[in-house]
Each structure stands twice: as structure tokens, then as C-alpha cells.
């Protein structure tokens, strides 16, 4: 690609593969709907508990995993947790009703890479999935202890 720049062409570029997990099947159907405009994100799988959400993971391998923090039995914390220690390769980021800190820190504990309120998910959530795509685990670091934006950890 000699002289041309900055200039990204289409084949260059990798999907983002996600998977999504709400106990929600409008907020599903919303987040596919706001995913499935993109050329760059393919959604691979859906699931509306923790224990799909970490049966799918291991399955379909994504790249990205949007998890609710409150699903019913394993919550989306718990999974996070489990996915860190069973899929390291797979990256999380919460999206949650529930801004607190209390929240945020547990995410973070568990290993989640970036936290989005729900109430923020049109105007943040695909910087922040294409953004925690970008990273390797390496990079990673905290969770942003606001959340009026997307928050990704960096270390």
C-alpha cells in the first residue's frame, strides 16, 4: 500500500466478533439492531444467561462479549470472572443499568475490560467495543470510575 497514507482500505480490516448477553430480549434485539449497521462488527451469538453466555464463549470464540451485569442465576460479574480464568482471549465489557461504583469496582475486579451504562449505549457502546477490540489483554488496565462515557482499562 505504498503512498497512500493513513488511507485504510476494506480488506485490511478485521470484524469484531461479538457476543451479546442481556436477560432482555428487547434489549437484545435493540443492541443486534445497533450492531448489525456496521461493517465492521458481526454479531456471532446472543444469550440471555450466564451460563449460555460462557457455553457460547467457549464455542464461537468472540472477540468481544457484551455482558449485562444482572442475569438470572450466574450473574453477568460471576461470568465475567469465570470467562477471565476459562477464555482469556475474550474481552468483556459490561453494559449495565446499575452505574455505582460499587458496580463498576466489582467489574473490574472480575475483568471486565470496559463498563457502559445502558442509558449511554447508543452514543458509546461501539467506540468502546472497537476500541477494547483494538487492545490486547496486555494493555489493559482499569475501569473509569464515571459513567457518562465509554470507560476502557489501561494499563
Same mark, same amino acid.
Given at each position: 500500500?505504498?503512498?497512500?497514507?493513513?488511507?485504510?482500505?476494506?480488506?485490511?480490516?478485521?470484524?469484531?466478533r461479538a457476543l451479546l448477553v442481556d436477560d432482555q430480549?428487547?434489549?437484545?434485539e435493540g443492541l443486534e439492531m445497533l450492531l448489525a449497521?456496521? /461493517?465492521?462488527?458481526?454479531?456471532?451469538? #446472543?444469550?440471555?444467561? *450466564?451460563? =449460555? %453466555?460462557? +457455553?457460547? @464463549?467457549?464455542?464461537?470464540?468472540?472477540?468481544?462479549?457484551?455482558?449485562?451485569?444482572?442475569?438470572?442465576?450466574?450473574?453477568?460479574?460471576?461470568?465475567?470472572?469465570?470467562?477471565?480464568?476459562?477464555?482469556?482471549?475474550?474481552?468483556?465489557?459490561?453494559? /449495565?443499568?446499575?452505574?455505582?461504583?460499587? #458496580?463498576?469496582?466489582? *467489574?473490574? =475486579? %472480575?475483568? +471486565?475490560? @470496559?463498563?457502559?451504562?445502558?442509558?449511554?449505549?447508543?452514543?458509546?457502546?461501539?467506540?468502546?467495543?472497537?476500541?477494547?477490540?483494538?487492545?490486547?489483554?496486555?494493555?489493559?488496565g482499569e475501569i473509569a470510575p464515571q459513567c457518562a462515557?465509554?470507560?476502557?482499562?489501561?494499563?
Open positions: 500500500m505504498e503512498g497512500s497514507g493513513n488511507v485504510v482500505h476494506w480488506s485490511e480490516l478485521e470484524m469484531i430480549p428487547q434489549i437484545l449497521l456496521e /461493517s465492521d462488527v458481526t454479531i456471532v451469538g #446472543t444469550a440471555q444467561t *450466564a451460563q =449460555e %453466555a460462557i +457455553a457460547l @464463549a467457549h464455542a464461537l470464540q468472540p472477540d468481544i462479549i457484551v455482558m449485562d451485569v444482572r442475569l438470572p442465576g450466574i450473574d453477568g460479574i460471576a461470568a465475567t470472572r469465570a470467562l477471565g480464568q476459562d477464555l482469556p482471549s475474550g474481552k468483556v465489557v459490561i453494559l /449495565s443499568l446499575y452505574c455505582d461504583p460499587e #458496580t463498576r469496582r466489582l *467489574a473490574a =475486579e %472480575a475483568g +471486565a475490560q @470496559a463498563f457502559v451504562a445502558k442509558h449511554d449505549m447508543t452514543q458509546s457502546l461501539l467506540a468502546t467495543i472497537r476500541q477494547v477490540a483494538a487492545q490486547t489483554k496486555q494493555s489493559v462515557a465509554h470507560h476502557v482499562r489501561n494499563v
